[in-house]
């Protein structure tokens, strides 16, 4: 973890994603006085758009994305295998690489919503808190959190196969949009395989929406399971 808060990839991702926040914020809506559990609303309101949407196979993978293909292009990779083993290195870069690709979105969002606390809280009406409205708005960025994680590891998925950069960073992105095209364009009722409603949940899922939690978690395993055997196929070749 220590290396990875080290990284400007990832605070130039998590820039980007309150840069994101900030674009698509409703600043119109801001009449004071304001309605009480308003800046939850606004503050959902600037997580659920297309700017987002389209920024996430972007800032998930840019911060260690195709971290194996920088330590293997030099002779750090050769060095570090040699006081750590090869499961734990495995064990670390798995884990390094999804939260390269969660953390820019959490960070981002908890910047917004403290920010939007502290500036429009005050300005509402006195009330009960909007709990309700919080965890809808928490559940939200945990969901692009996780499909950040699931890229950033489909991103060094692509880095342990080809030891290219531009396959770590290009190919994550180009099935990302794929995905979107074919849903829009296509086959309109594939919701399940549809990054927008990964966000926003809006068909069945289940009592509870708890179907959409089960895939993002199988997914993210899926897809560290996968990374990890091209790392220790790789690693074998060293």
Same mark, same amino acid.
């Given at each position: 973890?220590?290396?990875?808060?080290?990284?400007?990839?990832?605070?130039?991702?998590?820039?980007?994603?309150?840069?994101?926040?900030?674009?698509?914020?409703?600043? *119109?809506?801001?009449?004071?006085?304001?309605?009480?559990?308003?800046?939850?609303?606004?503050? *959902?309101?600037?997580?659920?758009?297309?700017?987002? +949407?389209?920024?996430?196979?972007?800032?998930?993978? +840019?911060?260690?994305?195709?971290?194996?293909?920088?330590?293997?292009?030099?002779?750090?990779?050769? +060095?570090?295998?040699?006081?750590?083993?090869?499961?734990?290195?495995?064990?670390?870069?798995?884990?390094?690489?999804?939260?390269?690709?969660?953390?820019? =979105?959490?960070?981002?969002?908890?910047?917004?919503?403290?920010?939007?606390?502290?500036?429009?809280?005050?300005?509402?009406?006195?009330?009960?808190?909007?709990?309700?409205?919080?965890?809808?708005?928490?559940? =939200?960025?945990?969901?692009?959190?996780?499909?950040?994680?699931?890229?950033?590891?489909?991103?060094?998925?692509?880095?342990?196969?080809?030891?290219?950069?531009?396959?770590?960073?290009?190919?994550?992105?180009?099935?990302?949009?794929?995905?979107?095209?074919?849903?829009?364009?296509?086959?309109?009722?594939?919701?399940?395989?549809?990054?927008?409603?990964?966000?926003?949940?809006?068909?069945?899922?289940?009592?509870?929406?708890?179907?959409?939690?089960?895939?993002?978690?199988?997914?993210?395993?899926?897809?560290?399971?996968?990374?990890?055997?091209?790392?220790?196929?790789?690693?074998?070749?060293?």
């Amino acid at each position: 973890m220590k290396e990875l808060l080290k990284e400007k990839g990832l605070w130039t991702s998590s820039l980007l994603c309150f840069a994101a926040l900030l674009a698509g914020f409703p600043f *119109h809506q801001i009449q004071a006085p304001l309605e009480t559990g308003s800046f939850v609303k606004l503050y *959902h309101t600037a997580l659920n758009t297309q700017m987002v +949407l389209f920024l996430i196979p972007i800032a998930s993978v +840019l911060p260690v994305g195709a971290v194996y293909v920088k330590e293997s292009s030099t002779r750090f990779l050769r +060095l570090y295998i040699t006081r750590i083993s090869r499961m734990e290195y495995i064990q670390k870069k798995t884990l390094q690489v999804y939260a390269g690709g969660f953390l820019p =979105f959490f960070i981002a969002g908890l910047a917004g919503f403290l920010l939007c606390f502290l500036l429009l809280y005050p300005l509402e009406f006195q009330g009960d808190v909007p709990w309700k409205s919080f965890w809808e708005a928490l559940r =939200f960025l945990l969901r692009i959190c996780l499909i950040g994680g699931i890229l950033a590891e489909i991103s060094g998925i692509f880095a342990a196969a080809f030891c290219n950069y531009y396959m770590a960073y290009g190919l994550p992105f180009v099935c990302y949009y794929m995905l979107i095209i074919l849903k829009e364009r296509y086959f309109t009722e594939m919701y399940a395989m549809y990054p927008a409603e990964w966000m926003k949940c809006e068909q069945d899922w289940g009592m509870g929406n708890f179907g959409i939690w089960v895939f993002l978690a199988a997914f993210s395993l899926a897809a560290m399971l996968l990374h990890g055997l091209l790392l220790y196929k790789r690693l074998q070749e060293i």
